[in-house]
């Protein structure tokens, strides 16, 4: 079917300008047309996949949950944190797990919920260094010399066992009977 008409429309490829023989044209060329084709098929085949994989990730959660042991990937998958992370809050105390041997070390799901339990302060962070004279205290050089120990893992142990600290004028002082329970 011919026609004597001609309609400017813009390709839906390329957005050029062209002057279209039927007013159902959609492309300028056939490139333009194929190229459009090939853009379908591959978002399409990307759905697909993506559909598939987002089955397979919920058919696993499902599974996860449904266990009472689990292993470290599969804490890390519902906490959505690495493996590395996981592993670090084995070794601080924070999850409690057990090793078997070599790359078997499995955690209860109890202990991924008691993460999420609300927590009761302990005493010793509830301590204010008001309680504390200047006299009945550290400083931060005093600590670090007579304990042999780096700035900052002091600091760490400071923060993570709550110890108080207060700062006069340029000297942070803690308690030196926290301390020296802490350290000795």
């Known amino acids: 079917m011919s026609s004597n008409i001609e309609v ?7 957005k ?4 279209a023989k039927t007013t159902v044209t959609r492309f300028c060329s056939q490139k333009c047309n194929s190229r459009d084709y090939k853009r379908r098929i591959r ?11 987002e089955s397979v990730k919920a058919n696993s959660i499902d599974l996860v949950n449904s266990k009472q042991i689990l292993t470290v990937k599969e804490v890390a998958m519902l906490l959505n944190c690495s493996d590395r992370s996981v592993y670090h809050y084995i070794e601080t105390g924070t999850i409690k797990a057990f090793n078997f041997g070599q790359r078997l070390t499995r955690v209860k799901r109890s202990e991924i919920d008691k993460l999420f339990k609300e927590q009761k302060p302990e005493t010793l962070q509830m301590v204010s260094i008001s309680n504390y004279d200047i006299s009945e205290c550290y400083t ?3 600590v670090i010399e007579k304990y042999n120990i780096s700035n900052g893992a002091l600091y760490n142990m400071i923060k993570r066992n709550g110890i108080p600290k207060t700062q006069k004028g340029k000297f942070v002082y803690v308690p030196k009977l926290l301390i020296d329970n802490l350290l000795k």
């Open 43 to 53: 978002k399409l085949k990307v759905e697909v996949s993506n559909k598939q994989n």
């Open 8 to 14: 400017i429309r813009v390709c839906e490829y390329c």
């Open 16 to 19: 050029n300008e062209f002057v």
């Open 140 to 142: 931060i050089n005093e």
